[in-house]
């Protein structure tokens, strides 16, 4: 699957582009995978073995705190690249999942690469764009095959 999308910052800096499975239940709300975009770089997430499953979901939000295994499980299903995004400007941001690989691509340049398990789950019957703190413009959105 590859997502593509034009954006510019209107007011936020940051969005997410978020990958699910409605049917899932071993992670909060079926989340699978997502890409966090802000004007000092991109975050990709594995959140069905990584912060969305259900053990790490359910533990934080019950106040609790990750052992030091946890921790390091949790550091190998998120990857952090930063860079500078000009906020003033239009950019292209492309995602594409193939297998248990996620790549992001910002204005036609490789920014960000996450190999992890749960990146390779089947079916992803819901993607969204979250807009935080404020507005983002969008444009040009699409959904294809590569």
Same mark, same amino acid.
């Given at each position: =699957?590859?997502v593509a999308v034009s954006f510019k910052f209107n007011?936020?800096?940051?969005?997410?582009? =978020?990958?699910?499975?409605?049917?899932? *239940?071993?992670?909060?709300?079926?989340?699978?995978?997502?890409?966090?975009?802000?004007?000092?770089?991109?975050? $990709?997430?594995?959140?069905?073995?990584?912060?969305?499953?259900?053990?790490?979901?359910?533990? *934080?939000?019950?106040?609790?705190?990750?052992?030091?295994?946890?921790?390091? #499980?949790?550091? *190998?299903?998120?990857?952090?690249?930063?860079?500078?995004?000009?906020?003033?400007?239009?950019?292209?941001?492309?995602? #594409?999942?193939?297998?248990?690989?996620?790549?992001?691509? $910002?204005?036609?340049?490789?920014?960000?690469?996450?190999?992890?398990?749960?990146?390779?789950?089947?079916?992803?019957?819901? =993607?969204?764009?979250?807009?935080?703190?404020?507005?983002?413009?969008?444009?040009?959105?699409?959904?294809?095959?590569?």
């Amino acid at each position: =699957m590859e997502v593509a999308v034009s954006f510019k910052f209107n007011g936020s800096n940051r969005f997410n582009v =978020m990958f699910r499975d409605l049917d899932y *239940k071993g992670s909060h709300a079926g989340h699978i995978c997502h890409v966090s975009v802000n004007d000092k770089g991109v975050t $990709i997430f594995d959140g069905k073995t990584g912060i969305f499953a259900n053990e790490f979901y359910d533990k *934080k939000k019950a106040g609790g705190k990750y052992t030091d295994d946890e921790k390091e #499980r949790l550091e *190998k299903t998120k990857a952090v690249f930063k860079f500078e995004i000009d906020p003033e400007k239009w950019h292209d941001l492309r995602i #594409r999942l193939e297998g248990d690989i996620a790549k992001v691509w $910002i204005d036609s340049e490789v920014v960000a690469t996450l190999k992890s398990a749960g990146i390779a789950h089947a079916s992803k019957s819901n =993607m969204n764009l979250t807009t935080i703190d404020r507005e983002v413009l969008y444009d040009d959105f699409s959904i294809r095959t590569p």
